[in-house]
């Protein structure tokens, strides 16, 4: 059974047009993370949630943001996207923020931008 | 800050043979976790086994192994009897054991030769 689903898999949109990616999970997890990752590079991360508060990266661009509305859902709104942003786009979950927490990791989103 | 080094870029190993993935690491940290992640061609990112840096025994699971060198900041992963499903992106990561924040190295693909 998935545990960490991402919609769509496959997202196109336009330079500019605003577009939400999609990460829900079962495993009731307290911490939910997202990561770009481009092609053939490791995974950055974004930002965190533990519960509400809301954890940004020092580099991540303002252009990225993310709403967590219960527990279960989490979302990425990148605002104006550009040609860069296309990426993979991998949500994660993990119970809390000690480091021995192992991370759940959903199938990803891949974004396109034309 | 803390690093992780993955060299090499991609490598390959018979079907039922043995592969070794090399990996290194940085920090100041005398507590901290590393992992391997494995991350199939359009499929999600799952975890290998992880490591606890204050445990000296190297863990294990199935087919999978590690070579964990403390002092030498050295994690390399065993795959005993390589499987064409072992095909795919192997990332080495590291965890401070205050926060569960990852720091990936850039991966290395593996292909599994019939």
């Known amino acids: 059974d998935a545990m960490v689903i991402q919609n769509p898999r496959y997202q196109v949109t336009q330079f500019g047009k605003p577009v939400t990616l999609s990460c829900s999970q079962t495993l009731n997890h307290n911490v939910m993370y997202w990561y770009q990752q481009k092609s053939s590079q490791a995974p950055k991360l974004l930002f965190h949630?533990?519960?509400?508060?809301?954890?940004n990266e020092a580099d991540t661009p303002d252009n990225f943001q993310s709403r967590r509305p219960n527990t279960s859902f989490c979302f990425l709104d990148i605002r104006s996207p550009g040609l860069g942003d296309a990426a993979m786009y991998l949500c994660?979950?993990?119970?809390?923020?000690?480091?021995?927490?192992?991370?759940?990791f959903g199938a990803g989103t891949r974004l396109s931008v034309l | 800050a803390q690093t992780v080094t993955q060299s090499q870029p991609e490598m390959s190993v018979q079907e039922a043979e043995t592969v070794t993935l090399s990996c290194t690491y940085d920090t100041s940290e005398s507590d901290y976790y590393l992992f391997w992640y494995k991350q199939p061609p359009s499929r999600q990112m799952i975890l290998v086994i992880r490591q606890e840096a204050y445990k000296q025994q190297n863990a294990t699971e199935n087919r999978f192994s590690v070579n964990f060198q403390k002092a030498a900041k050295s994690f390399s992963l065993k795959i005993s009897d390589s499987q064409l499903g072992d095909a795919a992106m192997y990332f080495c990561a590291y965890n401070p054991g205050a926060n569960s924040k990852l720091t990936f190295g850039k991966g290395i693909t593996l292909s599994v030769r019939p």
């Open positions: 994660a979950t993990s119970r809390d923020l000690t480091g021995r927490n192992i991370q759940y």
């Open positions: 949630y533990y519960d509400k508060d809301f954890n």
